[in-house]
């Protein structure tokens, strides 16, 4: 038996191998209704459906997206508030392999018609909310496909309207992880909005890793008052059909209707931004109770920026189960969360990589040493591969698989990351990301305008509002009501700025590049007109 | 804009996409050590490891391996008993990228070197218990590199005997989920073990498909006192870095010692096969308390066959959380699980597969109507891609990414797995696997036999024993006492016939295929001679 050491590991080359080049799993929804069909699945103030109705909904609507022409690999806008027929629409277009594009329903007709172009989408679906503004959009592009995606009381499902469905239409039964399951529009530093392609693999990923860090518990019940058009909200119903759990939906975050739903859902889960948790803590005091939430609320996901340490420390004296995370569309949502084990010991962290994500961070092209700061950078199965038609971001991105995010943080000796800033000019707005660029973009598209600057102004209701400084051409008679009304109709109310201060110069580093944190500087003294 | 419409989705083929070949995730234990440095990670008899501990012990155990010349895609035979040093080889070959070829205790001396031989081994580690045998076998493998794996008290790690450390032994921070994690070997029909691949991505899947239906606590801890040579066991070692949580580790199976970790331990899950759980339930009787377990246990996972329902109904009683399971190594342990919530309703199912699994019938080629027995085909990300350098075993298998498992079954209206029959020749001893063709193989290597027939006969104390029929060449004075002695060196004790009978034919269809259902009918008045 000699010749057993002449097979040395250098000889053999079948040491990996890989079964297929994709993989394949049954579609989530599809096996939640075979598990456990008579579980709820989803429920909203009108109804509840079970996965059994969820999934027969999914396949209905499936097969009139069909008859519309939609198919593998379409891409379809869906304009919608939270709500059924958005949660329909998710659940038909991957029984389709077709590609969800949600549009931000804030966003003025200017920005959305580009975005649909942007995308090459070839259909747009609208709920009963947004007919009009589907009329503006087709009005503008005739050749887009529409539907209508009306919940009807009598059926209890959603349905387009005046469509036949296909009963041949060919649904998927399994789900490839490589494929794109939806492009998430979001800006950069370059000012202009870029796709992120979003796939079930980054989904799954996503899934997986929260679970494994925050727990799973089949009885979970997560609720979701984020915008389903941000990943923050989406990806929740994408747990809900790979977790098997229910999600209780809410169409608009008011503080009073979310408290009152925690203990009457049986909620043990909820995903907020700070804003909303602080507004539901001031409601809860409101009640004159003991100020505290039920004891089956295991976590309090909070996401959106750094949280204020007074916040944190409000919710550790109430034992709110409050679990820091910090996430961007690119990462699927969360990537980093603090582990309800490290709430306490670890005040103010956003906490440690999910099991997916690597996370280091760059100062200066090199890695930083413990509790130096530099841009956090991410890798992993639930990152972006990159942006949709997109190249040149992409390369300047994603490097060797690591995505540089823009933000700024360190992480301590035990691996802990501390988000100092989200990317340098970046604006949270009650939880909506603004990007300077885009809206100095706006404001210099007016012929007068030669200079502007944009940054974010502390704000008590908000976080932050965007201001703007502009500087005119000599003998402009511009005022800055007028430039106000100018930007109104190009950008969404949220990016529009508080106040616009006319200024003489903006601060630029020696290569010109316009240094925005000084922007602030400029305030005491340098308008030389009356902020509006 | 008219120009929007103008992009179909036929017009794009970019609607899926493949981040990069492979999908890489840092080394679970390193995210482990890193995350929960302190948490307690392995308990055993004599020792508890953190997770930074087991971390630390899996580099420099690697660093020594590196020193014997293992490397990425040595293939390294372990033969240990369930304990620290087998723990800590699975984990250091990890860290190499090596591949872990477990060696049943049981196998008899020519049984391990066909194995080491047929593997192309060019390593074996034991531990001390196992260094006869080792001696023995390099004996006869002079080439094989051999290692001694010994925990030392006094420094608690545990040590390759003689072996120095190789610092700059390339320790990998990342798992290549499409890279082989160990070859496990399992006999088929043909008689002849046979080496699955299992891939750090079939364990990954199988644990996250586990932790979807299970649910998921980080504070759970799992017993593991199923021997780590099989899948069920070193499952649990990987689920444990995993997961992230504790699992407490017995060398060897003592109903009595287990009942007692059950709640000492503040154990959750459980792994067992009947015959345990049966000794265990009467163990638990003897105690004369009331019979039940601490509630925290949440779920004994009952795998190795169809339990008797008896059994089942017994665990009802006592309100013991059992969940059936069915499984095989190709499967990487449990593929089909009776979630809780199903366990009274469908009492002695199977379960419904997994969320990475999908599962049908076949019956005569064509896939069975519910209700329908036939044969269990599984697919999946958990599904071996196949045996290690037999590719006609792995053709004949595995068609369309459909594993044949050769089990008879069926599955009701609601997609819920009954078992009937593992392969219909298959005889599970005390939870071990006896594979008849094996037997008979050794039988037959006998001059004087002509042929020989195995099946397995009901025992109280294993569930089932092999017997064996044999038909001797004529004129032969062959006792079944010597030939009995002469299967003793070429089989495991488990696999060795309780009894032999010597017989004039044995029962054959027409086309001379041996029946081994109908060896019983045998029994009565058929022997020509008293069993022994």
Same mark, same amino acid.
């Given at each position: 038996?000699?010749?057993?050491?002449?097979?040395?590991?250098?000889? %053999?080359?079948?040491?990996?191998?890989?079964?297929?080049?994709?993989?394949?799993?049954?579609?989530? %929804? +599809?096996?939640?209704?075979?598990?456990?069909?008579?579980?709820?699945?989803?429920?909203?103030r009108?109804?509840?459906?079970?996965?059994? !109705? =969820?999934?027969?909904?999914?396949?209905? %609507?499936?097969?009139?997206?069909?008859?519309?022409?939609?198919?593998?690999?379409s891409r379809v806008g869906v304009l919608a508030s939270n709500g059924l027929p958005f949660i329909a629409c998710v659940h038909a277009l991957m029984r389709l392999g077709a590609i969800l594009v949600p549009l931000n329903v804030r966003l003025t007709l200017d920005e959305q018609l580009w975005?649909?172009?942007?995308?090459?989408?070839?259909?747009?679906?609208? *709920?009963?909310?947004?007919? $009009?503004?589907?009329?503006?959009?087709?009005h503008h592009s005739p050749a887009l496909t529409r539907g209508t995606a009306v919940w009807d009381a009598s059926s209890d499902r959603v349905r387009l309207q005046g469509v036949a469905m296909s009963p041949t239409a060919p649904l998927r039964a399994e789900i490839d992880l490589s494929a794109i399951q939806s492009i998430m529009y979001t800006s950069g530093t370059t000012g202009m909005p870029k796709g992120v392609m979003?796939?079930?693999?980054?989904?799954?990923?996503?899934?997986?890793?929260?679970?494994?860090? %925050?727990?799973?518990? @089949?009885?979970?019940?997560? =609720?979701?008052?984020?915008?389903?058009?941000?990943?923050?909200?989406?990806?929740?119903?994408?747990?809900?059909?790979?977790?098997?759990?229910?999600?209780?939906?809410?169409? +608009?975050?008011?503080?009073?209707?979310?408290?009152?739903?925690?203990?009457e859902q049986q909620v043990t889960i909820i995903s907020v931004v700070t804003v909303m948790l602080q507004r539901m803590l001031a409601a809860l005091d409101a009640e004159q109770g003991d100020g505290r939430y039920p004891t089956w609320l295991r976590c309090v996901l909070l996401g959106g920026g750094p949280a204020p340490r007074t916040l944190l420390e409000d919710?550790?004296?109430?034992?709110?189960?409050?679990?820091?995370?910090?996430?961007?569309?690119?990462?699927?949502?969360?990537?980093?969360?603090?582990?309800?084990? *490290?709430?306490?010991? +670890?005040?103010?962290?956003?906490?440690?990589?999910?099991?997916?994500?690597?996370?280091?961070?760059?100062?200066? !092209?090199?890695?930083?040493?413990?509790?130096?700061?530099?841009?956090?950078?991410? +890798?992993? @199965?639930?990152?972006?591969?990159?942006?949709?038609?997109?190249?040149?971001?992409?390369a300047s991105t994603i490097q060797d698989g690591w995505l540089a995010t823009g933000d700024i943080g360190y992480? !301590?000796?035990?691996?802990?990351?501390?988000?100092?800033?989200?990317?340098? !000019?970046?604006?949270?707005?009650?939880?909506?990301?603004?990007?300077?660029?885009?809206?100095?973009?706006?404001?210099?598209?007016? @012929?007068?305008? $030669?200079?502007?600057?944009?940054?974010?102004?502390?704000?008590?209701?908000?976080?932050?509002?965007? $201001?703007?400084?502009?500087?005119?051409q000599a003998g402009s008679a511009l005022t800055m009501e007028a430039l106000l009304e100018y930007v109104s109709t190009r950008l969404a109310r949220f990016k529009q700025p508080r106040r616009i201060y006319l200024v003489a110069e903006l601060p630029r580093n020696s290569s010109g590049k316009l240094l925005r944190r000084e922007l602030n500087k400029l305030l005491p003294a340098a308008s030389t007109q009356e902020p509006m």
């Open positions: 038996m000699n010749e057993i050491a002449a097979f040395t590991a250098n000889t %053999l080359n079948t040491h990996t191998y890989t079964n297929t080049g994709t993989t394949l799993l049954p579609n989530w %929804l +599809k096996r939640c209704a075979e598990n456990t069909p008579r579980q709820v699945a989803v429920s909203t009108e109804v509840s459906w079970t996965f059994a !109705d =969820l999934d027969q909904q999914a396949s209905e %609507l499936a097969q009139q997206f069909a008859t519309l022409g939609i198919q593998e690999g975005l649909l172009q942007d995308v090459r989408a070839m259909a747009l679906i609208t *709920d009963e909310h947004y007919t $009009i503004r589907a009329d503006e959009i087709t979003v796939t079930y693999g980054m989904q799954w990923w996503n899934a997986l890793g929260s679970a494994l860090n %925050l727990g799973h518990q @089949p009885e979970d019940c997560w =609720l979701l008052c984020m915008p389903l058009f941000h990943i923050g909200g989406l990806s929740i119903l994408i747990k809900n059909v790979i977790y098997g759990i229910r999600i209780a939906v809410y169409e +608009k975050f008011d503080a009073q209707v979310i408290n009152q739903a925690l203990r919710c550790a004296r109430r034992a709110v189960p409050v679990v820091q995370s910090y996430g961007l569309t690119e990462s699927c949502s969360q990537a980093v969360t603090l582990s309800p084990r *490290d709430a306490l010991r +670890k005040l103010g962290s956003a906490g440690r990589p999910l099991l997916p994500v690597q996370l280091r961070i760059m100062h200066e !092209d090199v890695v930083a040493q413990p509790n130096q700061a530099g841009v956090i950078c991410l +890798k992993g @199965p639930s990152i972006t591969g990159g942006y949709d038609h997109r190249p040149e971001a992409t992480v !301590d000796e035990e691996g802990y990351l501390y988000v100092l800033d989200r990317r340098s !000019d970046l604006i949270i707005s009650g939880g909506e990301n603004v990007y300077p660029a885009e809206i100095e973009a706006a404001l210099l598209s007016h @012929p007068e305008v $030669i200079e502007a600057g944009v940054c974010g102004e502390a704000d008590a209701q908000w976080g932050q509002v965007p $201001i703007a400084f502009v500087h005119l």
